[in-house]
Structures are given as structure tokens and as C-alpha cells.
């Protein structure tokens, strides 16, 4: 499985950015999807998770009310919308995949998934 994460930028406050991620290789319908995000020195974090079917998502709770995660299996694509972007958002964007079988509907945890995106820049300036 290749995930190919695209659609990072550099953004002022209070704008919106969409980050997608595409899937190619095995069943993407099947996988829980996530994304996560990393400023140099830190650990990788959450952000949100998306069921395999959609109907079930989750969110860190820095992001809730902000970010939408959604899917679209026919195109094997993952989306993150950000809106009201703020500085401490500014980060490497990283979106991930589990195929079955699966812990949890949603995965939070870095260590829950199998395959990892290249990464894109996220940058929010004040």
C-alpha cells in the first residue's frame, strides 16, 4: 500500500487549507485512515480517524470543531479539511492506514497503524 499525501502550504491565521491523501495497492475500502502531524523535536500526534466506511470518526481534541476528516473509497482518497487555522497548527501532515484486522473502528495511536504517507507542510503564520 502508498499513500501520497499532497495539499499543504503556507497559510495566514484563520484560513483553510485541504489535505488529501491518496491510496494505491490492497483494499482501501477495508482500511481505518488516519492523520496525524510532527514539528521537529516532538513526538507524532493525532489528529483525526475516519472508519473504513466513513460512519465513524474521531478527533484530538486540539483540532475538534476545525478539522473534518472524510472519504472517498471510490477514489481511495482520505481528506482533511482545516479551517480557522492557527500558528500551533504548523506542522509535517501525515495521513496513515490500517488494514484489517483492526484493534478499534478509529485508531488513535501512532503504533495502530501499518502504512505512512511521505508527509506535507503545513505552515500557519500569525
Known amino acids: 500500500v502508498q499513500l501520497q499525501a499532497s495539499g499543504g502550504g503556507l497559510i495566514q491565521a484563520g484560513g483553510s487549507l485541504r489535505l488529501s491523501c491518496a491510496a494505491s495497492g490492497g483494499t482501501f475500502s477495508t482500511y481505518v485512515m488516519g492523520w496525524f502531524r510532527q514539528v521537529p523535536g516532538k513526538e507524532r500526534e493525532f489528529v483525526a480517524s475516519?472508519?473504513?466506511?466513513?460512519?465513524?470518526?474521531e478527533y484530538a481534541d486540539s483540532v475538534k470543531g476545525r478539522f473534518t476528516i472524510s472519504r472517498f473509497n471510490a477514489e481511495a482518497t482520505v481528506v482533511l479539511q482545516m479551517n480557522s487555522l492557527k500558528p500551533e497548527d504548523t506542522a509535517v501532515y501525515y495521513c496513515?492506514?490500517?488494514?484489517?484486522?483492526?484493534?478499534?473502528?478509529?485508531?488513535?495511536?501512532?503504533?495502530?497503524?501499518?502504512?505512512w504517507g511521505q508527509g506535507t507542510q503545513v505552515t500557519v503564520s500569525s
Open positions: 475516519i472508519s473504513w466506511s466513513g460512519g465513524v470518526t
Open positions: 496513515a492506514a490500517k488494514a484489517p484486522p483492526w484493534s478499534s473502528v478509529v485508531l488513535t495511536t501512532v503504533t495502530g497503524y501499518d502504512y
